[in-house]
């Protein structure tokens, strides 16, 4: 079973939907990291955070520890908001990133 | 800033050569990583490095080596590249505990 799990691995949508993607992990964390990636692009950092939760625009995301659950938002989504989605954690033994798979995103127009 | 710079962003290498990729930051970050991305997969660490002249296996380190003779440069190296090391390389700094900047990516071919 892997350490962080993503769901769902891809997503459809109407601009402006309502998108959430989710984050479960199965590790003790000091750190939850969301990233985005575009097609063919690099990788970019979108949060970081370690309790409740963190809004930057129309993203939002936000992390239930005793859960081990976090869960990425997007309001109003738009065609520019296609791309992958990419949890990560920092395990609280070491500081190696653990990777999900990542969501791909497509928000059709 | 220019942050996190990988070179080259492409290369295609016949199989049996050998290259070095190149990552500098000029964050100061103590934590520099390599990572492959291939189709389907999330990211693989390869190698990483938790300081000058430090280094560590990743998940999948086997055909590479890595170096960190500066802190702000970390370089990862293919003795003989084989075509099962096709993939997209991506490098990556932070602090301990922070979040991770990451290069543009070099895409490699092996044929």
């Known amino acids: 079973k892997n350490e962080v799990e993503q769901s769902p691995q891809n997503l459809t949508a109407q601009e402006g939907e309502f998108i959430t993607i989710n984050c479960s992990y199965s590790?003790?964390?000091?750190?939850l990291h969301w990233l985005q990636q575009h097609p063919g692009g690099g990788i970019v950092s979108l949060f970081m955070?370690?309790?409740?939760?963190k809004k930057h625009g129309r993203l939002i995301a936000t992390i239930n520890i005793q859960e081990k659950h976090s869960s990425l938002h997007i309001t109003a989504s738009h065609p520019r908001d296609s791309a992958v989605y990419i949890c990560a954690v920092t395990p609280d033994s070491n500081y190696q990133l653990i990777w999900g798979a990542g969501t791909k995103l497509i928000i059709k127009p | 800033n220019a942050g996190v710079t990988q070179t080259p962003k492409f290369r295609v290498l016949k199989t049996g050569q050998s290259m070095t990729l190149l990552c500098a930051q000029d964050m100061n970050h103590e934590y520099m990583y390599w990572y492959r991305q291939d189709p389907g997969m999330g990211l693989r660490l390869i190698h990483y490095s938790v300081g000058e002249g430090t280094t560590a296996k990743g998940e999948v380190p086997d055909g590479y080596n890595v170096s960190r003779l500066k802190k702000q440069n970390f370089l990862l190296g293919l003795e003989s590249a084989a075509p099962s090391q096709t993939s997209v390389y991506f490098c990556?700094?932070?602090?301990?505990?922070?979040?991770?900047?990451f290069g543009q990516g070099t895409r490699l071919t092996v044929v």
């Open positions: 990556a700094s932070s602090y301990k505990v922070s979040e991770a900047f």
């Open positions: 955070l370690s309790s409740g939760k």
């Open positions: 590790v003790g964390i000091s750190a």
